[in-house]
Nanobody, 122 residues
Framework: QVQLVESGGGLVQPGGSLRLSCAAS????????MAWYRQAPGKQRELVAA??????????NYTDSVKGRFTISRDNAKNTVYLQMNSLKPEDTAVYYC?????????????WGQGTQVTVSS
């Protein structure tokens, strides 16, 4: 059974920092690209940051609004992906979801965590 379990969300003041973690089980973690998405009330889910599996080198990408403030990283030995969020703004308030995605021999597998709430407010 595949599980992605997020943690680290909470309430933080503007300008503060949080570190989200997503622990994966039931998959060959190192073969999956990992990503963080977020969904604010009344808005569509959007991609925040992604990191490749590292099988052919590792790369990251970010949505423009978080570049320079957020950093995605992964520890394949711990089956965990992280999102370090600095200089948080009220508009970063959302439920943050972890995603694992892989295409192998024409078959795509994608999994989601249950989400963790991040609230940026004074």
């Amino acid at each position: 059974q595949v599980q992605l379990v997020e943690s680290g969300g909470g309430l933080v003041q503007p300008g503060g920092s949080l570190r989200l973690s997503c622990a994966a089980s039931g998959i060959i973690f190192s073969s999956y690209a990992m990503a963080w998405y977020r969904q604010a009330p009344g808005k569509q889910r959007e991609l925040v940051a992604a990191i490749t599996s590292g099988i052919s080198g590792m790369s990251t990408n970010y949505t423009d609004s978080v570049k320079g403030r957020f950093t995605i990283s992964r520890d394949n030995a711990k089956n965990t992906v992280y999102l370090q969020m600095n200089s948080l703004k009220p508009e970063d308030t959302a439920v943050y979801y972890c995603n694992a995605d892989r295409s192998l021999f024409g078959r795509r597998s994608t999994y989601w965590g249950q989400g963790t709430q991040v609230t940026v407010s004074s």
